[in-house]
Each structure stands twice: as C-alpha cells, then as structure tokens.
C-alpha cells in the first residue's frame, strides 16, 4: 500500500528511500498518540523528528518540481490548485497536505482492518456470517470461489452483514480515539463551566463503549446496527465542518477486504492466545 502512496502522491518508485519514509510515518504516528513529552527518548520526541525529516524530504521533491514539473500526481494538483481568487497554497501547505493525507489515510484504515480480522477470529458466529453473505455474492455473480470476487458499485448495498462488521469494528477500534476542538462559548457541563476559547479534547473512545448508548459495549456484536445508533452517540469520523472526509472510502476499503476473509480465522486466534490490548 505505501509503495502506490508513494507513486500516487509524488511519483516515486520502491526503493530503500520509500521504506524509510514508510518508518518516518510510523514514528510520527506513534508520537501523535503518544503522551506529549518533548524530550530525547521520548516517544513524542521520537515522533517529532520523523516529522521534520519527513518535511524535510518532501520539501526538496517540491523545490525539485519547481524547475521541471511533468508529473501527474497528488503533489503537482496541490502545488497547481487555484482557490476562486487565484490563490495558490504556499509550499508549506503542500507539504502539510501530504503528511497530514498519508497519516490521515493510510495507518487509520490498515489498523482498522487489523482490526476486524482480529474481532472475526474472536467471533466464529459473526464470521460465519460474514462468509455465507460473501459466498451468496459469488453465487449471484455466477462465481464459484471467493478469490474470484470482484466487488462493483453494484453489489455494495446487498453486503448488509459486511456493512455492520464495518460499523461495529470501527466503533470498537476507535482508531482515532479523540478529536480536538475549542469551545466557541461558555460551556456547562455536570457542573462544570467550560470558558469560550478553551480548547477540549473530545474523548470518542468513552462515548462508543458507555453501556447508556451500547449494550455490552466490549462485546462486538456486529448485530447492534440493524438499528441506528442514537443521535450523537457515534463519532468514529469526528462530526460538523471537520468530520473525516475519507469516511466513505474507509468504509468501503474496509467492506472490500472482509469480502475476500477465510473462515480459518477463529483456530489461528486461538492457537496465539490473542487478546485485547488498547492504544497508548
Ligand atoms: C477507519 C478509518 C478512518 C478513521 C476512523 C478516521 C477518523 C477520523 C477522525 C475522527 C477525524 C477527525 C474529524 C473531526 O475532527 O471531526 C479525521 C479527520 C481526517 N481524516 Fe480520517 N479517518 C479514517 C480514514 C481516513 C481516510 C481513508 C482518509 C483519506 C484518504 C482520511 C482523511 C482525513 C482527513 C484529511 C482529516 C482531516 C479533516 C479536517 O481536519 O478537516 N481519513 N479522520
């Protein structure tokens, strides 16, 4: 996945430089969710750095382009981009957009999917569901395996089961546990006053296991969706002007790769003796 990142965002090709910046990325992730103390050794610090070399580095692919710049690719739409005024975005930004964009979409779906792979195997029931419903897809599509599924646009409203182990992983994994934001007034809030201009860290992972919205919220249970959830009560994308714009392709990436899933899953979970641990 990082090696096509790499050729769509800035036209690069693997090589050892790519998997280092693949390790970059990883160290940034993990400062982003580590506890923020800046200083050598340190998680975050670590994070910090690979921050810098990735700027770094994307920074100088930039500068190269502005000499010669035939490529097709993501940095070169945003170098170009006009808003309706003819501005353009400044370097800064450019580079900004392409760290933030792997970030945002390259760890969160992958650790997503690890995810449902590890609920699945905990979870024969669901995973036989799962697979009757994939195999009834192949049927419909006069196929006879599932390797030889090519999911459409078509089929994606009749993977109603898959839809919910989306769902349900998601809402489980809480990939992005919080979102940032600022009070724009004067909050109350069980007593306590929140002042306008503060900023708050809104803590999605507790409202998606609180057992007053989730019954039996630590048991993934796939079934919970055939009724929505109540209003405010699922957040896995943030919400209002800054919601995760990538929702839906994550959703669908996520859908994608349960359509191809084994039924050997739940023997392997239990030969590894794998349990739950949470993010830091
Ligand atoms: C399971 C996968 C994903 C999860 C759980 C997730 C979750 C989130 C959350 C919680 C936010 C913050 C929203 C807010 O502040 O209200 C966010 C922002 C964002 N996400 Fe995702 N995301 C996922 C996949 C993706 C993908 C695939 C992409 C792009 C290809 C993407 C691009 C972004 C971007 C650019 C932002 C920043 C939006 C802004 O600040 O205006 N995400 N995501």
Not at 44 to 70: I, M, T, W, Y
């Amino acid at each position: 996945t990082f090696a096509n990142i790499c050729k769509m965002f800035i036209s690069m090709e693997p090589s050892p430089m790519t998997d280092k910046i693949d390790q970059w990325f990883g160290g940034l992730v993990n400062g982003v969710r580590a506890f923020p103390l800046n200083f050598p050794g340190t998680t975050s610090h670590g994070g910090r750095k690979c921050r810098q070399k990735l700027n770094a580095f994307f920074r100088e692919v930039l500068e190269a382009r502005k000499n010669v710049d035939n490529c097709d690719d993501l940095m070169s739409g945003l170098m170009h981009i006009e808003d309706e005024q003819g501005k353009k975005l400044s370097d800064e930004e450019v580079v900004d957009n392409i760290v933030s964009l792997v970030m945002a979409g390259y760890e969160s779906t992958a650790s997503a999917i690890m995810w449902a792979t590890y609920h699945l195997a905990k979870s024969p029931s669901a995973l036989a569901k799962l697979r009757d419903e994939n195999i009834a897809l192949v049927k419909s599509k006069g196929g006879s395996t599932l390797a030889s599924l090519t999911i459409t646009r078509d089929d994606i409203p009749k993977m109603k089961y898959t839809t919910k182990v989306v769902e349900e992983t998601i809402r489980m994994a809480n990939i992005s546990s919080m979102v940032y934001r600022v009070a724009n007034k004067d909050v109350e809030y069980h007593g306590y006053t929140i002042p306008k201009g503060w900023p708050v860290v809104v803590w999605l992972r507790s409202l998606h296991t609180d057992p007053n919205y989730y019954q039996d919220p630590l048991t993934f249970n796939p079934d919970r969706w055939d009724e929505p959830a109540k209003t405010g009560t699922y957040q896995v994308f943030g919400g209002g002007y800054r919601i995760c714009p990538g929702n839906m392709l994550a959703r669908l990436q996520m859908g994608v790769a349960q359509s191809r899933r084994k039924d050997k899953l739940s023997s392997t979970a239990k030969a590894n003796g794998w349990c739950i641990h949470g993010f830091p």
